[in-house]
């Protein structure tokens, strides 16, 4: 694996040259199945068969582990499994430690020790469940948890009280119950379905269920957020893509965090999609070692343009149990989004937020461009520490002045 940090004599290269680096496209590559037969490496049920799930698989492939992510990994089942497809297993560096891949899905022992404000269900999803797998927590839209299982796990996961069940949480969604409660209550006129992975379903079993949702006549808008883009794009097949055309307006959400994860297969995959008419979103979160440097942000919000995709949400990490070790501060988020405004293309700006601890939901939280706000004028900031003053009476109304640049900011 490319060590996108480091320049040919071990120095790390200028900020320019690093950007460029890492938004290089490459391909997983093969690794450790370099002879299996391509029919079975690009199907994406063979690469669910030989997902890594044991601390022993992940110590032979990966001889570099260390003592505690071996460790990490042996308690890993009681917590939130461990599963990695081959494909994802290519992008980690085994020569790098911090490698951001690495982080992403290889288990610490971090992850057992709990701080007293951290939480099993961090955003209150279960207090805002009016049946089982159904999260109303906003006017006009509803959350249809589909399933609990993943392609491979997060580390950082916020469900992780459910994905995976190691934790023997009571998952049993009825579908039939939740397509019930979308069709009594005519205010829901957005769905997204996630989970656990939505596209871990079958074809048919996905047609299914869009089609009952699509037959219901006030929900105007389908979505579907999913990881399998990145951690297994063999599933974007085009029979899965004709299936989903069916059903617009349909959005799917993918959700990276690092350039390296997209590579020339998630680029080939997402660009299905996005010939099927489908609109892409991306969500990171905000992890430490993983995207909190704003040349490794700008490297991902810029290439998932060239892949089509927008970069939609950039999460602050929610106070998961046992997610310190990856959590980065708010001021490094604040600090990433300042050298994105402005710097970058406005499409290429996701809306930082903070999923509100204990189910207030998503609150945008940006740098502060707004200075001052009062009667006669408006206070404002650019990306270059420039101030304007913007006239305007309390109604809206102008004032009769003229705009200005402030020459001397500090005296204001
Ligand atoms: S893919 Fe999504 S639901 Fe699954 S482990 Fe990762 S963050 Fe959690």
């Not at 397509?179 to 009594?184: D, F, L, N």
């Not at 399998?228 to 990276?256: D, G, N, Y």
């Not at 979103?281 to 490297?299: I, R």
Request: hydrophobic residues 35%; glycine residues 6%; aromatic residues 8%.
């Amino acid at each position: 694996m490319k060590d996108d940090k480091s320049s040919a004599n071990g120095e790390e290269p200028p900020s320019g040259q690093r950007l460029q680096l890492l938004k290089e496209f490459h391909s997983a590559g093969r690794g450790y199945w370099h002879d299996v037969l391509d029919a079975d490496w690009n199907d994406w049920r063979w690469q669910l068969k030989h997902r890594i799930t044991t601390a022993e698989q992940l110590q032979r492939l990966m001889p570099t582990l260390t003592p505690e992510e071996f460790a990490g990994a042996k308690l890993a089942n009681t917590k939130l499994a461990l599963a990695i497809t081959p494909y994802f297993f290519n992008l980690i560096d085994p020569a790098d430690e911090n490698c951001p891949v690495r982080l992403q899905v290889i288990p610490k022992l971090a992850e057992t020790q709990t701080a007293p404000w951290e939480m099993s269900d961090p955003c209150g999803e279960d207090s805002h469940s009016p049946v089982p797998g159904l999260v109303h927590r906003y006017p006009d839209r509803v959350l249809f948890l589909v399933t609990d299982r993943c392609a491979a796990y997060c580390r950082y996961c916020t469900r992780s009280r459910l994905v995976s069940n190691a934790t023997g949480y009571d998952f049993h969604p009825e579908f039939d119950k939740q397509i019930e409660y979308i069709a009594q209550h005519s205010e829901i006129r957005d769905v997204l379905l996630s989970g656990g992975d939505p596209l871990l379903l079958s074809d048919d079993k996905l047609e299914n269920l869009l089609s009952r949702l699509r037959a219901i006549p006030h929900v105007e808008f389908l979505r579907i957020g999913s990881r399998i883009p990145t951690f297994l794009p063999q599933r974007i097949t085009p029979e899965l893509c004709a299936m989903l055309k069916k059903f617009h307006p349909l959005f799917v959400s993918i959700h990276s965090n690092h350039p390296r994860e997209l590579t020339t297969e998630v680029r080939d995959a997402v660009g299905r999609l996005a010939d099927a008419g489908i609109p892409l979103g991306n969500q990171s979160v905000l992890l430490k070692h993983v995207n909190d440097d704003p040349v490794v942000m700008k490297a991902l919000v810029q290439k998932l343009l060239m892949c089509r995709v927008k970069p939609y949400y950039l999460y602050q990490c929610d106070l998961i149990s046992g997610s310190a070790h990856l959590r980065a501060s708010v001021s490094t988020g604040l600090e990433i989004m300042e050298q994105l405004r402005g710097h970058t293309t406005g499409y290429a700006v996701p809306q930082y937020v903070i999923d509100a601890p204990g189910g207030g939901g998503k609150v945008p939280i940006n740098p502060e461009y707004v200075l001052c706000r009062n009667a006669g004028r408006v206070l404002i900031r650019n990306y270059e520490g420039k101030v304007f003053e913007y006239p305007e009476a309390p109604d809206g109304t102008p004032t009769g002045k003229p705009p200005k640049e402030i020459a001397e900011p500090q005296l204001v």
